[in-house]
């Protein structure tokens, strides 16, 4: 794949309105600061922001969220508490807390578990995910559920299918603007 092909496959979940956040990673040599750059500016006319968060070990990590949502979330009473037992000041601050989710992340061994709260993963299963060790989870899916299966099931499998379509879109020649806008008919019309 492309770098624009990975950037509207691996993002498109979170432009297109079904997912606060999207991780991924991109090797070093398939990055281009100059199209992270333009990528940045689109997703900006959607209300997403993207950053990148970790170079190395040759791979770069890119994290585009949606302010608003994540502004909702933060918004919740128990994720607030189980932030702020990581350390975490002022949870109604979406930059705040994004800029100490990436210097965490720059700064330790492995992701520390509050990605799956910006990732949008019931805190539930990111509070279980972290006392089990990441072991013994129910599904297995876009993220590890302890709990609620079948909502699991029906995320991965509508971030999946929405990566695919928008990717097809995009090799067809259609614009950031207008697969997002194609979305949204396709899922109002279903």
């Not at 090797?27 to 997703?43: G, P, T, V, Y």
């Not at 990566?163 to 879109?169: A, D, F, L, P, R």
Request: hydrophobic share 35%; aromatic share 12%.
């Amino acid at each position: 794949m492309s770098f624009d092909q990975m950037m509207i496959h691996f993002a498109s979940p979170t432009v297109c309105g079904i997912k606060p956040a999207n991780l991924f990673s991109v090797k070093e040599e398939q990055f281009s600061w100059l199209d992270f750059a333009k990528w940045r500016s689109e997703f900006a006319k959607h209300g997403i922001i993207a950053r990148t968060v970790k170079s190395s070990g040759g791979v770069n990590l890119v994290l585009v969220y949606n302010v608003c949502w994540q502004r909702k979330i933060l918004a919740d009473d128990f994720v607030c508490d189980y932030l702020k037992s990581k350390g975490y000041c002022e949870c109604s601050d979406v930059s705040k807390t994004i800029s100490r989710l990436i210097c965490r992340i720059k700064n330790e061994n492995g992701f520390p578990h509050e990605i799956g709260i910006v990732l949008g993963y019931p805190v539930l299963d990111v509070a279980a995910f972290e006392k089990h060790e990441g072991q013994n989870c129910k599904y297995c899916g876009s993220w590890e559920s302890y709990t609620d299966v079948e909502h699991a099931r029906k995320c991965t499998c509508r971030y999946k299918n929405c990566s695919h379509v928008c990717k097809k879109w995009f090799d067809e020649g259609y614009s950031l603007s207008q697969i997002v806008e194609k979305y949204k008919n396709t899922v109002e019309a279903a």
